[in-house]
T-cell receptor
Protein backbone atom coordinates (compact mmCIF):
# COMPACT_ATOMS: atom_id res chain seq x y z
CA UNK A 1 0.00 0.00 0.00
CA UNK A 2 1.15 3.50 -0.78
CA UNK A 3 1.79 5.94 2.05
CA UNK A 4 1.54 9.68 1.68
CA UNK A 5 3.08 11.81 4.42
CA UNK A 6 2.50 15.47 5.08
CA UNK A 7 4.75 16.42 7.98
CA UNK A 8 3.35 19.92 8.56
CA UNK A 9 -0.04 19.92 10.29
CA UNK A 10 -0.23 23.74 10.10
CA UNK A 11 1.48 26.53 8.19
CA UNK A 12 1.01 30.28 8.45
CA UNK A 13 1.94 32.82 5.80
CA UNK A 14 1.71 36.58 5.46
CA UNK A 15 -0.45 37.84 2.64
CA UNK A 16 1.57 38.30 -0.58
CA UNK A 17 4.35 36.05 0.74
CA UNK A 18 5.28 32.52 -0.33
CA UNK A 19 4.65 29.28 1.52
CA UNK A 20 5.82 25.77 0.71
CA UNK A 21 3.99 22.63 1.79
CA UNK A 22 5.86 19.36 1.94
CA UNK A 23 4.72 15.92 0.86
CA UNK A 24 6.56 12.64 0.62
CA UNK A 25 5.26 9.31 -0.56
CA UNK A 26 6.31 5.72 -0.60
CA UNK A 27 5.86 3.56 -3.68
CA UNK A 28 7.55 0.88 -5.73
CA UNK A 29 5.73 1.97 -8.87
CA UNK A 30 7.43 3.92 -11.65
CA UNK A 31 4.29 5.32 -13.28
CA UNK A 32 1.89 7.26 -11.12
CA UNK A 33 0.16 10.57 -10.58
CA UNK A 34 0.41 13.08 -7.77
CA UNK A 35 -2.15 15.69 -6.83
CA UNK A 36 -2.66 18.60 -4.49
CA UNK A 37 -6.23 19.24 -3.40
CA UNK A 38 -7.50 22.26 -1.48
CA UNK A 39 -10.36 21.96 1.02
CA UNK A 40 -11.75 25.32 2.21
CA UNK A 41 -14.22 25.56 5.11
CA UNK A 42 -17.02 24.80 2.63
CA UNK A 43 -15.60 21.23 2.56
CA UNK A 44 -15.55 21.18 -1.25
CA UNK A 45 -12.31 19.50 -2.34
CA UNK A 46 -10.82 21.40 -5.26
CA UNK A 47 -7.96 20.18 -7.45
CA UNK A 48 -5.07 22.62 -7.28
CA UNK A 49 -2.44 20.94 -9.40
CA UNK A 50 -1.51 17.57 -10.89
CA UNK A 51 1.82 15.99 -11.79
CA UNK A 52 2.49 12.96 -13.95
CA UNK A 53 5.51 10.98 -12.74
CA UNK A 54 6.90 10.42 -16.22
CA UNK A 55 7.14 14.16 -16.80
CA UNK A 56 10.27 15.73 -15.39
CA UNK A 57 8.98 19.26 -15.77
CA UNK A 58 7.33 20.61 -12.66
CA UNK A 59 3.65 21.46 -13.04
CA UNK A 60 2.52 25.07 -12.61
CA UNK A 61 -0.94 26.58 -12.30
CA UNK A 62 -0.83 30.36 -11.92
CA UNK A 63 0.45 31.06 -8.38
CA UNK A 64 0.75 27.35 -7.55
CA UNK A 65 3.76 25.29 -8.51
CA UNK A 66 5.28 22.01 -7.44
CA UNK A 67 8.78 20.74 -6.87
CA UNK A 68 8.68 17.10 -7.94
CA UNK A 69 11.72 15.07 -6.95
CA UNK A 70 11.05 11.53 -8.16
CA UNK A 71 14.17 9.92 -6.76
CA UNK A 72 13.51 11.44 -3.36
CA UNK A 73 9.76 10.69 -3.63
CA UNK A 74 9.00 14.26 -2.73
CA UNK A 75 6.21 16.49 -4.07
CA UNK A 76 6.08 19.91 -2.46
CA UNK A 77 3.58 22.67 -3.26
CA UNK A 78 4.60 26.30 -3.42
CA UNK A 79 1.97 29.01 -3.13
CA UNK A 80 3.31 32.37 -4.32
CA UNK A 81 1.80 35.77 -3.60
CA UNK A 82 -0.50 34.23 -1.00
CA UNK A 83 -4.04 35.55 -0.86
CA UNK A 84 -6.65 35.41 1.89
CA UNK A 85 -8.66 33.01 -0.26
CA UNK A 86 -5.81 30.51 -0.16
CA UNK A 87 -6.60 29.74 3.49
CA UNK A 88 -7.69 26.10 3.56
CA UNK A 89 -6.55 22.58 4.26
CA UNK A 90 -4.30 21.18 1.55
CA UNK A 91 -4.06 17.49 0.83
CA UNK A 92 -1.39 15.68 -1.13
CA UNK A 93 -2.60 12.57 -2.94
CA UNK A 94 -1.09 9.68 -4.91
CA UNK A 95 -2.49 7.26 -7.45
CA UNK A 96 -0.75 4.51 -9.36
CA UNK A 97 -1.21 4.79 -13.13
CA UNK A 98 -3.15 1.52 -13.33
CA UNK A 99 -5.20 1.94 -10.18
CA UNK A 100 -8.28 3.93 -9.33
CA UNK A 101 -7.74 4.62 -5.63
CA UNK A 102 -6.35 7.88 -4.41
CA UNK A 103 -4.22 7.72 -1.26
CA UNK A 104 -4.25 10.94 0.75
CA UNK A 105 -1.94 12.51 3.27
CA UNK A 106 -3.27 13.84 6.57
CA UNK A 107 -3.40 17.40 5.28
CA UNK A 108 -1.80 20.76 6.09
CA UNK A 109 -3.89 23.67 7.32
CA UNK A 110 -2.76 26.95 5.77
CA UNK A 111 -3.57 30.22 7.49
CA UNK A 112 -3.03 33.51 5.64
CA UNK A 113 -2.36 36.60 7.79
CA UNK A 114 -3.60 39.94 6.49
CA UNK B 1 -25.66 18.10 -12.98
CA UNK B 2 -22.82 20.58 -13.00
CA UNK B 3 -21.15 19.09 -9.95
CA UNK B 4 -21.31 16.23 -7.49
CA UNK B 5 -24.28 16.70 -5.20
CA UNK B 6 -24.49 15.16 -1.73
CA UNK B 7 -27.31 15.09 0.77
CA UNK B 8 -27.91 15.71 3.56
CA UNK B 9 -25.25 18.33 4.14
CA UNK B 10 -25.40 17.68 7.86
CA UNK B 11 -26.96 14.83 9.79
CA UNK B 12 -27.23 14.42 13.55
CA UNK B 13 -28.42 11.06 14.76
CA UNK B 14 -28.59 9.02 17.91
CA UNK B 15 -26.36 6.05 18.52
CA UNK B 16 -27.93 2.87 17.20
CA UNK B 17 -29.99 4.52 14.44
CA UNK B 18 -29.51 3.84 10.73
CA UNK B 19 -28.55 6.63 8.33
CA UNK B 20 -28.50 6.99 4.56
CA UNK B 21 -26.23 9.38 2.71
CA UNK B 22 -26.86 10.17 -0.92
CA UNK B 23 -24.51 11.07 -3.77
CA UNK B 24 -25.53 12.29 -7.20
CA UNK B 25 -22.45 12.22 -9.45
CA UNK B 26 -21.71 14.30 -12.52
CA UNK B 27 -23.72 13.10 -15.49
CA UNK B 28 -21.64 10.78 -17.65
CA UNK B 29 -19.13 9.93 -14.94
CA UNK B 30 -18.89 6.17 -14.71
CA UNK B 31 -16.61 5.98 -11.67
CA UNK B 32 -17.90 6.84 -8.19
CA UNK B 33 -16.02 6.85 -4.89
CA UNK B 34 -16.90 7.23 -1.24
CA UNK B 35 -14.29 8.50 1.22
CA UNK B 36 -14.49 9.19 4.93
CA UNK B 37 -12.76 12.15 6.57
CA UNK B 38 -12.50 11.97 10.32
CA UNK B 39 -11.69 15.09 12.32
CA UNK B 40 -8.15 16.29 11.64
CA UNK B 41 -7.32 13.36 9.42
CA UNK B 42 -6.92 12.61 5.76
CA UNK B 43 -9.38 10.85 3.55
CA UNK B 44 -9.99 7.16 4.03
CA UNK B 45 -11.18 5.13 1.02
CA UNK B 46 -14.45 3.30 1.60
CA UNK B 47 -15.88 1.97 -1.67
CA UNK B 48 -15.57 2.34 -5.44
CA UNK B 49 -18.08 1.77 -8.26
CA UNK B 50 -17.16 1.55 -11.94
CA UNK B 51 -19.95 1.12 -14.46
CA UNK B 52 -21.61 -2.28 -14.12
CA UNK B 53 -18.58 -3.95 -12.56
CA UNK B 54 -18.65 -5.38 -9.06
CA UNK B 55 -17.77 -2.62 -6.58
CA UNK B 56 -14.54 -2.55 -4.61
CA UNK B 57 -15.75 -2.66 -1.02
CA UNK B 58 -12.34 -3.23 0.51
CA UNK B 59 -12.37 0.03 2.47
CA UNK B 60 -15.66 -0.45 4.31
CA UNK B 61 -14.74 -0.53 8.02
CA UNK B 62 -17.40 -2.98 9.14
CA UNK B 63 -20.47 -4.89 7.98
CA UNK B 64 -22.61 -2.05 9.32
CA UNK B 65 -21.54 -0.09 6.25
CA UNK B 66 -22.99 -0.77 2.81
CA UNK B 67 -23.44 1.13 -0.42
CA UNK B 68 -25.27 0.73 -3.65
CA UNK B 69 -25.38 2.52 -6.93
CA UNK B 70 -28.59 2.33 -8.88
CA UNK B 71 -28.68 2.63 -12.66
CA UNK B 72 -25.03 3.58 -12.76
CA UNK B 73 -25.85 7.00 -11.34
CA UNK B 74 -27.01 7.88 -7.83
CA UNK B 75 -25.30 6.14 -4.92
CA UNK B 76 -26.45 5.64 -1.35
CA UNK B 77 -24.14 4.90 1.56
CA UNK B 78 -25.96 3.26 4.46
CA UNK B 79 -24.64 2.99 7.98
CA UNK B 80 -26.62 0.70 10.25
CA UNK B 81 -26.66 0.87 14.05
CA UNK B 82 -24.49 3.97 14.06
CA UNK B 83 -21.72 4.34 16.63
CA UNK B 84 -20.01 7.49 17.88
CA UNK B 85 -16.84 6.58 16.01
CA UNK B 86 -18.83 6.83 12.76
CA UNK B 87 -18.94 10.62 13.22
CA UNK B 88 -17.09 12.09 10.24
CA UNK B 89 -17.53 13.84 6.93
CA UNK B 90 -18.43 11.42 4.16
CA UNK B 91 -17.22 12.60 0.78
CA UNK B 92 -18.34 11.35 -2.59
CA UNK B 93 -16.38 11.82 -5.80
CA UNK B 94 -16.87 10.89 -9.42
CA UNK B 95 -14.70 10.72 -12.53
CA UNK B 96 -15.01 9.87 -16.18
CA UNK B 97 -12.57 7.01 -16.18
CA UNK B 98 -11.22 4.68 -13.59
CA UNK B 99 -7.51 5.22 -13.95
CA UNK B 100 -4.93 7.25 -15.78
CA UNK B 101 -4.74 10.98 -15.39
CA UNK B 102 -8.43 11.44 -14.75
CA UNK B 103 -9.32 13.80 -11.97
CA UNK B 104 -11.82 13.13 -9.22
CA UNK B 105 -14.49 15.76 -8.70
CA UNK B 106 -15.71 15.84 -5.11
CA UNK B 107 -18.98 16.81 -3.56
CA UNK B 108 -19.19 19.04 -0.48
CA UNK B 109 -19.67 16.03 1.77
CA UNK B 110 -22.18 14.95 4.38
CA UNK B 111 -21.18 15.66 7.97
CA UNK B 112 -22.48 12.91 10.24
CA UNK B 113 -22.64 13.42 14.00
CA UNK B 114 -23.60 10.47 16.15
CA UNK B 115 -24.65 11.42 19.67
Amino acid sequence: AQTVTQSQPEMSVQEAETVTLSCTYDTSESDYYLFWYKQPPSRQMILVIRQEAYKQQNATENRFSVNFQKAAKSFSLKISDSQLGDAAMYFCAYRSADDYKLSFGAGTTVTVRA
Amino acid sequence: GAGVSQSPSNKVTEKGKDVELRCDPISGHTALYWYRQSLGQGLEFLIYFQGNSAPDKSGLPSDRFSAERTGGSVSTLTIQRTQQEDSAVYLCASSMRQAGANVLTFGAGSRLTVL
